[in-house]
Structures are given as C-alpha cells and as structure tokens.
C-alpha cells in the first residue's frame, strides 16, 4: 500500500498518511467499531453491575452518539488551528480515558460521564480519519474510504462476538484493552501530516458554485435517510422475523448476516470505485436498497432480502465523502455537516421509526424503509444532475494514482 501525498512548496512531496499511518488508521477504525457495538452486548452486566433498567443503560449508547456529534464539530472547528495530528492524538486520548472511567466506574452516573468522555474521541476520530482519507488519495479516496470503513465494520463483529466468548460480566478488561490499544495508536501519529494543502481554487470550476447549499442539503439527505434505514434494519429486523414466522435463533442470525453484509460489501465495491464514478454507484446503491426491501416484503425473502440491504447500504457513507469535497471544494465543513447529521439521524430515527411501528405493525417494517430508501433514489438522480464529478475515477486509472498531484487534492 502506497503513502498518500500532498504537494509542497519546494523539494519532494511529502506524505498526508504514512504506510503506518494507514494501518494504524486501520486499526483505529477496528476500535472505534469495537466500542460502538460493545454497548448493547454489556447492558445485561451493566444492569447486574449498576441495578438500573434496560432504559437507563440505553442512555449509555445515546450519550456516545450525542458527544461524538460535538466532537465532530469540535474537530472541524479546530483543524485549521490545531492540524490533524494534535486533534487526532487528543480524540485518541480521550476515547482511552472515557474507556477506563467506563470500565471502572464506581457507579452509573460516572460510567454514563465515560461514555460522553469516549464518544468525543470517537467523533474526532471517525471524522478527522474520515476527512484525511477523502483529501489524502486523489482518485482512489473513495476506495480507501471504503477500505477505512470495512474496518469499522470488523470491530463491529469483533466487539460483540469477544463479549460472547469472554461472558459480559468481563466487559470492563475489553474496555481497558481497547483503551490500550488507543494509547499505542498515539504512537504512529508521526506519520501523519499536521497541515493539508490549501484547497485549490480552479476545482471550484464543476458548476455548483450557485448551488453549493442545495448540493450539500441533498448529501445531508442522503446520508441521515441511508443512516435512518441501516439502524432501522438493525434494530427491527430481529421483531419484524419473528413477527413473521421466523424462530428466534434464526431472526438474531439473520440479523447478525445483515450487519457482516455491512462489512463484506465495503470490501467488495474497493475495485469498482477505482473503475466507476461516486455518482454511478450511489444511485446503483440507493435502487438496491429499495428493491431488497421491496423484496423483505415476502416472509419468504426477508432474512435474505435483509442480507442484500446491508450490501446496498455499505458502500453509501464512505463513497459519497469524495464526492462531497470535489462537489463543493469551498466550503471545508461540508464534510462535518453530513457526518454530524448523520449521527443525529442515528440518535433520532429508530424512536421514531417505533412509534410509526406501534401506529402501524411491525410487518410494515420494510414498506416503511422502503419509502425512505426510495426517497434516496430519487435524491440520487438529483445529485447526479446537480453535484457532476468529472474528477472521479474514470475507465482508466493512471498508474500515478498511488499519489496526489495538486490538482487533484481538495479540502
């Protein structure tokens, strides 16, 4: 795996993200992953350990989804100041100290202050490594994007099925481990650079100059609806199965696929994003979404319909970031503005997908997120005529892709 670059003034051009750098961002995602799905799997000890309801324990994962929206913002806010590399060692840090409060919190309002203490850190790292990798690769961003984002989905099998081996009553050693392996992260950050060239003005030249607000409205609908429908899946499927005739084992399996489809479809579509443009395979995406849950419909397809959801969705977030950069290059928070709304979609969406399930029935669950994910092709058409991207990757990737030249490094 080649470094990623950035021009200089004068002499060699200098490395955005090491080898190491790379892997160890790599890694970090394997943590952030683990931390975020490790929440549900150690409520029953948390209950145990705290003698709180199943309620009050949930409000755990909710003041991680809360903070890192602050901390995505914060980052923003910082990064011209600051640069990369403090900003990341700190969110580092401060994802390791909310990992050791939690572990070892006497009670729960000090293990609830862990959790708000570690999803600062996860905002500034989802959204600062985020960031690099849709700047720091030029034409092959979006796959590296993808790859960056198929680790997150590692840790996500990786947390839950540790606490499954382990018992979760050994939930506080996973956080202490995960804590240390932040702490070693610190370390590689040498290999990231501090500053990103400035953003170069004759990109500006793709025709949404006069539609810059509607341009990332549209991306901020695309991604809250694609985030709406992925924790909708994830945390109803299991009901709408078994509602529908499913056995209980066979409702968690199938569900436990859809998140690995999650994963396995970020990997997939590396390939194709060195050969299809962002726009190609957001609307490819957004028709597959719709069409697999149009097909959850039949009980009959459902646990396998579910499965092809989650390989439609998985490619969305990673894909559009590039996308989103090269659409409008002038304004550098577009980025934060999309992740942040993606992660209030994340904290607002599934109280409001259950009270239009107890409206309704669960069984309507799929025709339910269908209407959304159609509602997304249809903001994907839109995008395509509005946000061109004749920098993506075209036909024919030049051997020199393993490096950015000026013009093709945005912020």
């Known amino acids: 795996m080649s470094t990623a670059r950035r ?12 080898t190491m750098a790379i892997v160890a961002s790599c890694a970090a995602f394997v943590v952030i992953g683990a931390l975020q799905a490790l929440y549900g799997p150690a409520i029953p000890a948390l209950r145990a350990d705290y003698g709180i309801g199943p309620a009050v324990a949930g409000l755990g994962l909710s003041g991680h989804f809360a903070a890192a929206v602050v901390g995505v913002l914060v980052y923003h806010l910082l990064r011209a100041r600051l640069g990369h590399r403090i900003l990341l060692g700190a969110s580092y840090l401060l994802m390791a100290l909310g990992a050791v409060v939690f572990a070892t919190a006497p009670d729960w309002p000090v293990a609830l202050a862990g959790t708000l203490v570690m999803g600062l850190g996860f905002g500034g790292v989802d959204y600062g490594l985020n960031h690099l990798f849709a700047v720091a690769f030029g034409r092959r961003s979006t796959a590296m994007l993808n790859v960056l984002n ?8 990786a947390g839950p099925a540790l606490v499954g081996w382990l018992g979760a009553e050994h939930y506080p050693g996973i956080f202490l481990g995960l804590a240390a392996l932040c702490v070693l992260i610190v370390s590689t950050l040498g290999g990231v650079a501090s500053r990103e060239p400035e953003p170069v003005a004759a990109t500006a030249s793709s025709g949404t100059g006069s539609r810059v607000a509607p341009v990332i409205a549209a991306f901020i609908g695309v991604y809250v609806l694609h985030v709406a429908i992925e924790t909708g899946v994830g945390g109803w499927e299991p009901t709408h199965l078994e509602a529908v005739g499913y056995a209980a084992t ?33 609307t490819v995406c957004c028709a597959g979404m719709a069409g697999f849950l149009l097909l959850a419909t039949l009980p009959s397809a459902a646990p396998y319909a579910y499965f092809g959801v ?4 998985a490619p969305i977030f990673p894909t559009c970031l ?9 304004v550098g928070a577009a980025g934060a503005y999309v992740m942040a709304a993606s992660m209030v979609g994340g904290v607002a969406f599934p109280p409001l997908l259950g009270v ?3 409206g309704l029935d669960v069984r309507a669950l799929p025709a339910v997120l269908f209407a959304l994910a159609a509602i997304c092709l249809l903001i994907s ?15 024919s990737v030049p051997a020199s892709a393993g490096t950015t030249s000026p013009s093709e490094v945005h912020t």
């Not at 989650?310 to 969705?313: E, K, P, Q, R, T």
Request: proline residues 13%.
């Open 310 to 313: 989650g390989l439609a969705i």
């Open 250 to 282: 066979t409702a968690a399996t199938a569900t436990s696929a859809y998140w690995a489809a999650m994963t396995i479809g970020r990997f997939v579509v590396v390939p194709l994003c060195l050969r299809l443009p962002a726009s190609a395979i957001l």
């Open 150 to 157: 198929g680790h997150f989905g590692v840790g996500a099998i």
């Open 7 to 18: 021009p200089a003034a004068s002499g060699p051009p200098q490395p955005l993200l090491t």
């Open 381 to 395: 058409f839109r995008l395509r005529r509005n946000a061109p991207d004749p920098n993506g990757p075209s036909t």
């Open 322 to 330: 590039p996308w989103l950069n090269r659409s409008v290059p002038s």
């Open 356 to 358: 239009v399930i107890d």
